[in-house]
């Protein structure tokens, strides 16, 4: 199982970046895809989760500036951040969980993907 996170990178403040989770060795529409960050010196934390099709989740400090999304015909989830903050300067890690209600708690997690950088500079 991979998977392959992509589209980290240095933004000013009140920019957008897209981030891309591309999964391959197990059933895509099978699993909740998560996407995770962690700064430095602070622990790991839930951005946002998709099921099947409708987002379950968005941590607040995101909501209404970030959006997930899926092709399940590209078994890529995306990551779509508006109006960045220096606050969301992190590494970001998607994940899966087999089942589709998703969770915010990385525990539940089965597989993992290497981090992608964003920097917010103010």
């Known amino acids: 199982v991979q998977l392959q996170a992509s589209g980290g990178g240095f933004v000013q403040a009140g920019g957008s970046l897209r981030l891309s989770c591309t999964i391959s060795?197990?059933?895509?529409?099978?699993?909740?895809i998560g996407w995770f960050r962690q700064a430095p010196g602070k622990e790991r934390e839930a951005v946002s989760c998709?099921?099947?099709?409708?987002?379950?989740y968005y941590a607040d400090s995101v909501k209404g500036r970030f959006t997930i999304s899926r092709d399940n015909a590209k078994n890529t989830v995306y990551l779509q951040m508006n109006s960045l903050k220096p606050e969301d300067t992190a590494d970001y890690y998607c994940a899966a969980v087999l089942g589709l209600t998703g969770s915010s708690s990385s525990r539940e997690y089965d597989y993992w993907g290497q981090g992608t950088q964003v920097t917010v500079s103010s």
């Open positions: 998709i099921g099947n099709s409708a987002p379950l």
């Open positions: 060795g197990l059933s895509f529409d099978d699993y909740a």
